[in-house]
């Protein structure tokens, strides 16, 4: 199964973007595939960060589609990517490796003006899937709250003006729910309601409210605080919503 997402990081105090395919997970690692390959591409025009630029957007999506489509087969699994310090390295899984040096260099000779390196080696517990590419529970709370700007905007909000946002979280006793209570509205949230383990939920619930701007270059350091927090009590942090300002 695929299905494939991105997100922000840092990689060795750089800023690094990470797109990968999130559905291999449920079969990770697979005993077909025990050799992890890479390309490292090196960047002809990247940004002063060491992301990509809008300028080399598109030859970059050539050379990953033809990367691709030349060397996916029966015996090769695409993982991933990841962008950072002026190169974008891409991650496949092999039945065998023994040609991967040859089939690789044929692949990049359409693109003989970039430089790159290719390597392999045994990794039956998929690790680099596992431990380098997958998103951790933290990650994968910045990609939903992008989702969640993503349905705003396309239902005409600008993400430009403060409204009340409201969160849920749930806890396995009364006691973390309180302590989390008591440190979010430190943080200045206020709570709108509090619910008991019953048909809906096994668990202690609390919905805060606090009023912020949804947009993509803050949402993050709205929920993250609570997301922590959560964890900090033995609990989980379970998203937010927004009314719609068109």
């Known amino acids: 199964m695929s299905t494939w997402d991105f997100y922000f990081l840092n990689v060795d105090?750089?800023?690094a973007s990470i797109y990968v395919n999130l559905g291999a997970i449920d079969a990770a690692p697979n005993p077909h595939y025990p050799h992890m390959a890479?390309?490292?591409?090196?960047?002809q025009a990247p940004r002063e960060?060491?992301?990509?630029?809008?300028?080399e957007y598109d030859v970059l999506v050539t050379i990953e589609d033809h990367l691709v489509s030349t060397l996916v087969n029966e015996n090769t699994q695409y993982l991933g990517r990841c962008t950072t310090n002026a190169c974008r390295d891409f991650f496949f899984y092999l039945t065998d490796a023994h040609d991967w040096s040859l089939r690789t260099a044929t692949c990049m000779n359409a693109f003989d003006g970039y430089q790159y390196q290719a390597d392999t080696r045994e990794e039956p517990d998929w690790s680099t899937y596992h431990d380098y590419l997958y998103p951790s529970e933290a990650d994968k709370q910045t990609m939903q709250n992008?989702?969640?700007c993503d349905a705003l905007a396309q239902q005409g909000d600008q993400l430009e003006a403060p409204r009340e946002i409201e969160h849920w979280a749930y806890f396995p006793s009364n006691h973390a729910l309180d302590l989390y209570v008591m440190e979010s509205r430190q943080l200045g949230y206020e709570v709108?309601?509090?619910t008991k383990p019953g048909e809906n939920h096994d668990q202690y619930g609390v919905q805060l409210w606090r009023s912020?701007?949804?947009?993509y270059n803050c949402i993050d350091e709205v929920t993250l605080?609570?997301?922590y927090l959560?964890?900090?009590?033995?609990?989980e942090y379970d998203g937010w919503e927004s009314v719609i300002i068109r």
């Open 212 to 215: 912020d701007v949804p947009a």
């Open 38 to 43: 890479y390309i490292r591409l090196h960047m």
């Open 192 to 194: 709108r309601t509090i």
């Open 146 to 148: 992008r989702h969640v």
């Open 225 to 227: 605080p609570l997301f």
């Open 230 to 235: 959560a964890v900090k009590h033995g609990g």
């Open 49 to 55: 960060d060491g992301l990509s630029s809008q300028s």
């Open 13 to 15: 105090d750089k800023p």
